[in-house]
Protein backbone atom coordinates (compact mmCIF):
# COMPACT_ATOMS: atom_id res chain seq x y z
CA UNK A 1 0.00 0.00 0.00
CA UNK A 2 3.14 2.11 -0.76
CA UNK A 3 2.37 5.24 -2.62
CA UNK A 4 5.93 5.73 -5.14
CA UNK A 5 6.16 9.10 -5.35
CA UNK A 6 9.05 8.68 -8.15
CA UNK A 7 6.83 7.59 -10.41
CA UNK A 8 4.47 10.18 -10.82
CA UNK A 9 6.15 12.66 -13.12
CA UNK A 10 2.53 14.80 -14.42
CA UNK A 11 1.29 17.58 -11.92
CA UNK A 12 -1.63 15.53 -11.16
CA UNK A 13 -2.66 12.19 -11.08
CA UNK A 14 -5.36 9.99 -10.09
CA UNK A 15 -5.63 6.83 -7.97
CA UNK A 16 -8.59 4.32 -7.77
CA UNK A 17 -7.49 1.26 -5.29
CA UNK A 18 -8.85 -1.70 -3.68
CA UNK A 19 -8.06 -3.22 -0.70
CA UNK A 20 -8.78 -6.25 0.71
CA UNK A 21 -9.06 -6.21 4.68
CA UNK A 22 -6.20 -8.99 4.79
CA UNK A 23 -4.13 -6.02 3.32
CA UNK A 24 -4.14 -4.39 6.19
CA UNK A 25 -2.42 -5.02 9.54
CA UNK A 26 -4.90 -3.70 12.67
CA UNK A 27 -3.83 -6.20 14.84
CA UNK A 28 -3.87 -3.46 18.02
CA UNK A 29 -6.93 -1.41 16.99
CA UNK A 30 -10.47 -0.52 17.99
CA UNK A 31 -11.67 -1.66 15.00
CA UNK A 32 -11.69 -4.07 12.22
CA UNK A 33 -12.70 -4.23 8.32
CA UNK A 34 -15.80 -5.66 7.45
CA UNK A 35 -15.37 -5.90 3.59
CA UNK A 36 -13.62 -4.03 0.68
CA UNK A 37 -11.74 -0.86 0.95
CA UNK A 38 -12.14 1.54 -1.96
CA UNK A 39 -9.93 4.60 -2.00
CA UNK A 40 -10.08 7.44 -4.69
CA UNK A 41 -7.24 10.35 -4.33
CA UNK A 42 -5.90 12.78 -6.60
CA UNK A 43 -2.00 13.42 -6.50
CA UNK A 44 -0.73 16.75 -7.19
CA UNK A 45 3.03 17.11 -6.74
CA UNK A 46 4.64 20.73 -7.01
CA UNK A 47 8.45 20.41 -6.48
CA UNK A 48 8.95 18.02 -3.15
CA UNK A 49 5.61 19.11 -1.77
CA UNK A 50 2.43 16.51 -2.37
CA UNK A 51 -1.29 17.17 -1.90
CA UNK A 52 -3.30 14.01 -1.85
CA UNK A 53 -7.11 14.43 -1.77
CA UNK A 54 -9.39 11.89 -1.82
CA UNK A 55 -11.96 9.47 -0.55
CA UNK A 56 -11.59 6.34 1.36
CA UNK A 57 -14.80 4.05 1.60
CA UNK A 58 -15.68 0.79 3.43
CA UNK A 59 -17.16 -0.37 6.53
CA UNK A 60 -15.45 -0.78 9.95
CA UNK A 61 -16.60 -3.47 12.73
CA UNK A 62 -16.48 -2.25 16.44
CA UNK A 63 -17.69 -3.14 19.56
CA UNK A 64 -20.63 -1.08 21.39
CA UNK A 65 -19.96 0.63 24.15
CA UNK A 66 -22.44 -1.07 26.55
CA UNK A 67 -23.66 -4.54 25.55
CA UNK A 68 -19.99 -5.25 23.80
CA UNK A 69 -21.34 -7.00 20.89
CA UNK A 70 -19.99 -6.20 17.73
CA UNK A 71 -21.56 -4.11 14.70
CA UNK A 72 -20.87 -1.95 11.81
CA UNK A 73 -20.35 1.32 10.74
CA UNK A 74 -20.40 2.47 7.34
CA UNK A 75 -17.10 4.84 6.52
CA UNK A 76 -16.98 7.41 3.68
CA UNK A 77 -14.37 10.06 4.85
CA UNK A 78 -12.97 12.98 2.57
CA UNK A 79 -9.36 13.90 3.30
CA UNK A 80 -7.47 16.63 2.11
CA UNK A 81 -3.34 16.21 3.20
CA UNK A 82 -0.19 18.18 2.35
CA UNK A 83 3.29 15.56 2.58
CA UNK A 84 6.45 17.30 2.87
CA UNK A 85 9.58 15.52 2.63
CA UNK A 86 10.80 14.68 6.07
CA UNK A 87 12.85 17.02 7.80
CA UNK A 88 16.97 16.65 7.70
CA UNK A 89 18.75 16.46 11.48
CA UNK A 90 20.01 20.14 10.45
CA UNK A 91 16.32 21.40 9.65
CA UNK A 92 15.33 19.66 13.02
CA UNK A 93 17.77 21.31 14.83
CA UNK A 94 16.70 25.12 13.54
CA UNK A 95 13.29 24.11 14.49
CA UNK A 96 14.17 23.48 17.90
CA UNK A 97 16.02 26.58 18.58
CA UNK A 98 12.35 28.45 17.21
CA UNK A 99 10.86 26.90 20.04
CA UNK A 100 9.08 24.48 17.28
CA UNK A 101 9.24 20.82 19.02
CA UNK A 102 8.26 22.33 22.20
CA UNK A 103 4.24 21.25 21.81
CA UNK A 104 2.84 23.59 19.98
CA UNK A 105 1.53 23.18 16.73
CA UNK A 106 1.18 26.25 14.26
CA UNK A 107 -2.33 26.69 12.65
CA UNK A 108 -0.23 25.68 9.25
CA UNK A 109 0.98 22.65 10.34
CA UNK A 110 -2.12 20.59 10.99
CA UNK A 111 -2.99 19.47 7.86
CA UNK A 112 0.47 18.08 7.30
CA UNK A 113 2.59 14.83 7.25
CA UNK A 114 5.89 14.09 6.17
CA UNK A 115 7.12 10.91 3.73
CA UNK A 116 11.04 10.00 3.86
CA UNK A 117 12.36 7.78 0.36
CA UNK A 118 9.55 9.20 -1.84
CA UNK A 119 7.09 6.77 -0.36
CA UNK A 120 4.04 7.64 1.27
CA UNK A 121 1.95 5.02 3.02
CA UNK A 122 -1.63 4.72 1.93
CA UNK A 123 -2.46 2.64 4.38
CA UNK A 124 -1.28 4.69 7.19
CA UNK A 125 -3.27 7.63 5.23
CA UNK A 126 -6.58 5.05 5.57
CA UNK A 127 -6.05 3.59 9.12
CA UNK A 128 -6.05 7.62 10.31
CA UNK A 129 -9.17 8.85 8.56
CA UNK A 130 -10.87 5.06 9.87
CA UNK A 131 -10.03 6.74 13.37
CA UNK A 132 -11.16 9.51 12.85
CA UNK A 133 -14.51 7.95 11.54
CA UNK A 134 -15.09 6.17 14.45
CA UNK A 135 -18.08 7.30 16.68
CA UNK A 136 -16.65 8.50 20.50
CA UNK A 137 -19.18 6.33 22.06
CA UNK A 138 -19.84 3.63 20.04
CA UNK A 139 -23.41 2.05 20.15
CA UNK A 140 -25.00 -0.46 18.62
CA UNK A 141 -28.44 1.47 18.41
CA UNK A 142 -29.47 4.43 20.23
CA UNK A 143 -31.64 2.35 22.80
CA UNK A 144 -29.24 -0.22 23.55
CA UNK A 145 -29.34 -1.17 27.15
CA UNK A 146 -26.48 -2.99 27.57
CA UNK A 147 -25.19 -5.72 30.16
CA UNK A 148 -26.82 -5.91 33.67
CA UNK A 149 -24.16 -4.82 36.01
CA UNK A 150 -25.02 -7.99 38.44
CA UNK A 151 -25.55 -10.86 35.72
CA UNK A 152 -23.77 -9.53 33.45
CA UNK A 153 -26.57 -10.35 30.98
CA UNK A 154 -27.13 -8.60 27.99
CA UNK A 155 -30.44 -6.55 28.53
CA UNK A 156 -30.80 -6.25 25.19
CA UNK A 157 -31.56 -10.03 24.52
CA UNK A 158 -33.21 -11.16 27.38
CA UNK A 159 -34.70 -9.65 30.98
CA UNK A 160 -32.97 -10.37 34.34
CA UNK A 161 -34.29 -9.78 38.25
CA UNK A 162 -31.64 -8.52 39.11
CA UNK A 163 -31.31 -5.40 41.74
CA UNK A 164 -29.47 -2.73 40.02
CA UNK A 165 -29.68 -0.26 42.65
CA UNK A 166 -26.60 0.69 44.81
CA UNK A 167 -26.75 2.41 48.26
CA UNK A 168 -23.49 4.77 49.53
CA UNK A 169 -22.90 2.62 52.88
CA UNK A 170 -21.46 6.36 54.07
CA UNK A 171 -24.55 7.19 54.39
CA UNK A 172 -26.19 4.46 56.58
CA UNK A 173 -25.85 6.78 59.92
CA UNK A 174 -28.01 9.27 58.32
CA UNK A 175 -30.52 6.88 56.63
CA UNK A 176 -30.40 5.41 60.60
CA UNK A 177 -31.63 8.49 61.94
CA UNK A 178 -34.47 9.33 59.29
CA UNK A 179 -35.31 5.57 60.45
CA UNK A 180 -35.46 6.40 64.48
CA UNK A 181 -37.95 9.73 63.78
Known amino acids: MLLDLSRFRGEIDHL ?4 QPAD ?3 KDDDFRLAGLVDLSADVRKDGRRVRLTGRVAGRLEIDCSRCLEPFQVPVDAAF ?3 FLPAAEPADDTARVRRGGDQGEVDEDDVGVSFYRDDVIDLGEVMREQFYLALPMKPLCREACAGLCPVCGINRNRE ?3 CESTW ?3 RLDVLRKLREKS
Do not use: G, V
Not at 16 to 19: D, S, V
Open 80 to 82: DLL
Open 24 to 26: FSL
Open 167 to 169: TDP
Open 159 to 161: ACS
Open 16 to 19: ERHY
